[in-house]
Each structure stands twice: as C-alpha cells, then as structure tokens.
C-alpha cells in the first residue's frame, strides 16, 4: 500500500535520446571543422604574426666599391684597436675584436675570408695556451692579411 512501484522510463525514450545525442554531438563537429577550415583558409588580418612584428633593419644599399672602402676603412680600426688595446687583457681584445668583425659589411667577394678570419678568432679564445703578446701579435697579423686581400 505505502509503496508503489516506479515507473520506469521506457525504452524507446532512450533509444530516442541517444539518437538525438549523437546527431546533435556529430552536427557540432561537422561545424567546427566547416569553420576551422574556412578559417585557416583566409588568415585573419587582425592577429599580427611573428613575421609581421619583426622589422628588418633597413640597410643602405651601396654599390661594390663602397662596401669595400667602407670594408677596408672598418678592418683598419679594428687592426689600430687590436694594437692599441695594450692593457686590457687578450680576452677581452679578442672578443671585442670578434664583435666587431661580426659587425662590418662585407664585400661578397670577401666573405670567405672574413668567416674564415672570425673562426681564427673563435680557435684563439679556446686556446688560451700561448703567451698574451704571441696571441696578440697573431691577432694583429691575423687582421693585416684580411686587410690585404
């Protein structure tokens, strides 16, 4: 008397709702890839890009004769520096010299030499084992012969 038994739902209500489920679950994600498609179609103009924040340094355009008088002027500077530079340690005259290599404009024609000068560098600062005023003297004449060629 006091209890009664529930109803329980039918069978065809749930056979319904999970038809209806996956037709609404398969209906969104046939939109979203509808829009992520058409979004990855045509960027968006709004959101700016790495590529568009980053400014390239603009660069007189000079003609060959003056990149190499301005190449030659640079690597004289750089050779009065190295000799100048007498008390500071060899350290910091080499990798000043290296920063300013890395710095100069260099000719096309030149650019072998030039790398190959800077690796010379590189292998001076690792090898630390010769005397300050051999690695110095070496610098120097490391220097004149890339003014030279």
Known sequence: MFTHNRKRPDIVF?????????????????????????NAGTPDVATPTMVDEIEEPVL????????EANYDTA????V??????GSDPIETVLSQVENALLSVRVPKEMQENHLNAVLS?????????????D?????????KNLHSN
Do not use: C, N
């Open 80 to 85: 009065s520096q190295a000799e100048i530079e």
């Open 121 to 133: 560098i590189v292998r001076m600062r690792a090898t630390m084992s010769e005397s300050p005023e």
């Open 14 to 38: 749930w056979v319904f709702g999970i038809i209806a489920l996956g037709i609404i679950i398969a209906f969104a994600a046939l939109m979203f890839m509808l829009i992520s498609k058409v």
């Open 60 to 67: 007189p355009s000079l003609t060959s004769e003056e990149l």
């Open 135 to 143: 690695t110095r003297s070496a610098l120097v004449e490391l220097l």
């Open 75 to 78: 690597i004289d500077d750089i």
